[in-house]
């Protein structure tokens, strides 16, 4: 076994010895919301937006963008669990910022080992095998943290499974504090009509 492994093997023994009731919370969120974020490792939605086991979903991917995957959580988060209210989180420093969809696909192209970055770029550290199949991927980059948000609220908003009645607020997490900023415009975009 990996170090890793071992790990999270021994520190889901320590969790369960101390699960007590939480086998008996709802399936419904019980504070009926949902957080769309980045997978980040620095971002900890449940102490930043003070979240207990069974209070909210959270849907997470890289960059925390509005994709058609988050999309479909967010409806079914809605529609089968209850949620009545939705935030957009992105974050400062966002390793989404550091690339495009070009650079991406051009990596994968050369090879599938992990690439490096450094004042040049980034670098391949291998050579092939590579795939073409990224040039099949959006990755969704980002240029801009508050045009993110707030393209992604207005994607919610207006796509046509998502109901008018639920509020989105486009907000961004201060990496450097801590703080979430809220990004006026996205939730201007994302209000109730």
Known sequence: MSKILNEVLAANRD???DFGDKGQLPLPPGRHFAILTCMD???DPAKYAGLSEGDAHVIRNAGGRASDDAIRSLVISYKLLGTREWF???????GMELFTDEIMRGLLASSLKTASIDADGWHDCCEGPGSSEADHIAFLTIKNQEESVLEDVKRIKNHPLVPSDIPVYGYIYDCGSGRLLEVPAATAAGRVS
């Open 88 to 94: 957009v989180i992105h974050h400062t420093n966002c």
């Open 41 to 43: 490792a620095r971002l």
């Open 15 to 17: 969790y369960a010895n």
